[in-house]
């Protein structure tokens, strides 16, 4: 009847589902019975037995069972029906705000009932507020349920008891084998996972015994087995993704060194090991007939920079073009200006294309991109549009890839694509990622960590001061920049909207000119015009301006080595990777370094805890490591990152010491592709497939 057990059966083939209740399963993610089943009670009740009225605590929760000895309408604030309940151990009173004549009547003194609710304090003495009753005959058999009571997820216009009643009949169906075990029998028994049929039912009907703290947390193995396994389906799907690019074939790229030994000659300084080593490993890629996709993770300052243009020449080395993408106009702006300055005097053309490339400029770059001309092209996700035409691309370089998102970077593959075959990709994040979170939401790219910083790099040093000692932090910028060093104040403001922040940054900017007449004072904030902006930065970077006030929007990539002096307002606003990378615009010279996180008190105990690792710790990877902790993959990742990373039953954070088994495991299913199509139709529907966004 069932074809291997994993044909999705529609909800509809319920009883009792028609479209209406299909409905409002579908918000719940529903559609199918195997849905059904794999959504798991929030907590449980215990009614399995008959709790004594004297041992009631407040907040206990349960089945009471006794004779009503009082009845009595009140006038109070508000009108209710008041009940004493009586069991022999003591009393508690039974309180309705709303009640019909009915209820009234048949809840009269002398009646037997049973009941479940919550105790609470109640003016006098413990009461249950509308709990569930029913009135029972005095010789009714004793109570109750065989196993804990499920408590669900909800959606309006759907109650408890009816979503209970549907997993009871789904739960036939899991008898049935609807639901077949795909994990192979060998890793199931290596790492003693539990059935997963079993875990199913456990999960819906614990037994009276369970140990109910640790399904509250989420840690008891039957959800450890769904986890690993939804853990298991989204890693599958990445890797499924990966093969189908590493199908369409790559151009062979040979690396004859004709462009990059003359590049790294005139460099002025020694590539470090680390830039050396992952240096090696894309070129290596390179020269293979399938496309490179590779993630290179380096700290704030590693120089990826360096790594990005030795992957471009290879590319050029070979007659083919590459490009480079940025985030934003300033960053992208700064690579051109880099690339052009690093690879004109080796006869290499580099183009420029971004949204503020208008008119003849804009058709004369297009054409340059067309006929191949232009090898290298640097700019914004403006690289990507429809009129876009590469003669010949063979290398995308992609730079602080977190600011685009998960589907943003498979669209991007796509469009890349020349004919059958698709250009290496190299992916360069901004900041640090933590492993764990690597392992799952890259699984499909390879992974290269320049682990070490450029020599003579002083560490910056942190100090936290609240922001009652602003003169004092005034102070400071006077005396650094008397010294000819130069300074940036990063306002990072309360208000939403992009508008008031710059006003805010004004304000902030006016009040500095004031305090510091002396001083050149420029302002950048994301409304300013590009050109304006870039104005701005120009004069900075030569020094013609002493202190730069700037929204966030310097957080990325700007490089000025002079500036050795930054105050953050609000620190306690940012997230750490966010706060990281700021940190990053100083410490890139020589002179010693310091980064004032000046923060609005009160702080929060875990706002206090962030700021202190900010103080503690420059590495960039322990510093993602505590965000991932303090805040969760969603702050790490960005929200943008996120999307896809919607679980149903795993957390990222909790079952985090999962995935080293869910990579292996991954390994071997990968051999098995039916197996592996229907884990991940499984847990992320039929439809599931980010190879095609
Ligand atoms: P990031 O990894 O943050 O993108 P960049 O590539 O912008 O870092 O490099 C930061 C700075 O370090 C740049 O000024 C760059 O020229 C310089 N740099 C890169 N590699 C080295 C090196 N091996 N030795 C000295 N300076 C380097
Ligand atoms: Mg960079």
Known sequence: MFDGGTRPVPVTELKGVGTALALKLERLGIETVQDLLLHLPLRYQDRTRVLPIGSLRPGDEGVLEGHIVASDIVQG????????????????????????AAQKNSLAAGKRVRCFGEARPGPAGLELVHPEYRVIAEDAPAVVEACLTPVYPL??????????????????????????????????????????????????????????????????????????????????????????????????????????????????????????????EVARDLNM?????????????????????????????????????????????????????????????????????????????????????????????????????????????????????????????????????????????????????????????????????????TPVNTVVIADSRRDEVIERVRGACREGRQAYWVCTLIEESEALQCQAAEVTAEALREALPELRIGLVHGRLKA?????????????????????????????????????????ERLGLAQLHQLRGRVGRGSVESFCVLMYHAPLSQQGRERLAVMRESTDGFRIAEKDLELRGPGEVLGTRQTGMMQFRIADLQRDSDLLPRVKRAAGEIEQAPALMEALIARWLGQGADYAHV
Request: hydrophobic share 45%; glycine share 6%; proline share 5%.
């Open 77 to 100: 604030r508000r009108r209710s029906l008041l009940c004493r309940l009586q069991d022999g151990t003591g009393t508690i009173t039974l309180r309705f705000f709303h009640f019909s």
């Open 155 to 280: 959606t309006e216009g759907l109650t408890q008891g009816r979503i209970r009643a549907l997993v009871d009949q789904a739960l036939g169906w899991l008898d049935k084998g609807i639901v077949e075990d795909l994990l192979p029998e060998t890793l199931r028994v290596q790492w003693k996972l539990p059935e997963l049929r079993q875990s199913i039912r456990y999960l819906h009907q614990p037994p009276v015994d369970a140990d109910q703290a640790r399904l509250l947390e989420g840690r008891h193995p039957a959800q450890r087995r769904l986890a690993f396994e939804e853990l298991l389906a989204h890693h599958l799907s990445l890797l499924k993704i990966r093969h189908s690019v590493r199908e369409q074939g790559a151009p062979v790229l040979k690396a004859t060194g004709h462009l990059s030994l003359p590049f790294l000659e005139q460099l002025p300084f020694e590539l470090t090991g680390a830039q050396r080593r992952v240096a090696r």
């Open 289 to 457: 007939p399938v496309p490179m996709l590779r993630l290179v993770q380096g700290d704030v300052g590693s120089g990826k920079t360096v790594v990005a243009a030795l992957a471009a020449l290879q590319a050029l080395e070979n007659g083919a073009q590459a490009a480079v993408m940025a985030p934003t106009e300033i960053l992208a702006e700064q690579h051109f200006n880099n690339f052009s300055q690093w690879l004109e005097p080796l006869g290499v053309n580099v183009a420029w294309l971004a949204g503020k490339v208008k008119g003849k400029q804009r058709a004369r770059e297009l054409e340059r991109i067309a006929n191949g001309e232009a090898q290298l092209v640097v700019g914004t996700h403006a690289l990507f549009q429809d009129e876009v035409r590469f003669a010949n691309l063979a290398v995308v370089v992609i730079d602080e890839q977190h600011r685009f998102g998960v589907h943003q970077r498979l669209s991007l593959r796509e469009k890349g694509r020349n004919g059958s075959q698709t250009p290496h990709q190299l992916i360069m994040t901004a900041t640090p990622i933590p492993r764990t979170l690597t392992m799952s939401a890259y699984a499909d790219l390879d992974c290269s960590i320049i682990d070490e910083l450029p020599p003579g790099r």
């Open 531 to 571: 050109a304006e902006k870039a104005d701005i930065m120009a004069r900075f970077k030569a020094a013609e301006l002493d202190l730069l006030v700037a929204t966030t929007v310097i957080e990325v990539g700007v490089d000025v080595p002079n500036a050795s002096l930054m105050i953050i307002e609000n620190p």
